[in-house]
């Protein structure tokens, strides 16, 4: 028999938001490992909110305090995961951050490079909290 897993809603911190990222734990192992290839900074996750466009970073350690739901232990939908790279702060300091967009299974790279160039960022920080300036590219 399979053990079921668990799907975590991971929440979006702006409050005039209130949507959540549904994270089975399989897509959140996907998330870690490609991120693990890009970069060493892999405790904190920077998502993407697909509702209120906003950029946050979600702390792994804080996962036990998030809603977690049970869920079949194969993925039903699997969503299409992107990695953006922010390359640009307001000062320049040469330190990316990568971005993860979760999104529905269907969706093209380029909808989601047009729409990534009308992101949010006002809230969104490079490693060493400069503001990062858009566009994002793909990694
Ligand atoms: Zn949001
Ligand atoms: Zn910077």
């Given at each position: 028999m399979e053990l079921s897993r668990l799907e975590y809603?991971?929440?979006?911190?702006y409050s005039e938001c209130g949507a959540y990222i549904p994270l089975h734990e399989t897509i959140l192992e996907g998330i870690v490992q490609g991120l693990a290839k890009l970069t060493t900074d892999v405790g904190g996750i920077t998502f993407q909110c697909p509702q209120c466009k906003g950029i946050f970073v979600f702390e792994r350690d804080r996962l036990p305090d998030v809603l977690a739901v049970s869920a079949p232990a194969v993925v039903q939908t699997e969503p299409r995961l992107s990695f953006l790279a922010a390359r640009f702060c307001k000062s320049n300091c040469g330190v990316r951050r990568i971005v993860v967009a979760v999104r529905p299974?269907?969706?093209?790279e380029e909808q989601l490079d047009i729409e990534s160039r009308t992101w949010?960022?006002?809230?969104a920080w490079c490693p060493n909290y400069h503001q990062i300036v858009p566009p994002l590219s793909f990694v």
């Open positions: 809603h991971i929440p979006c911190p299974a269907g969706e093209t949010e960022t006002d809230h």
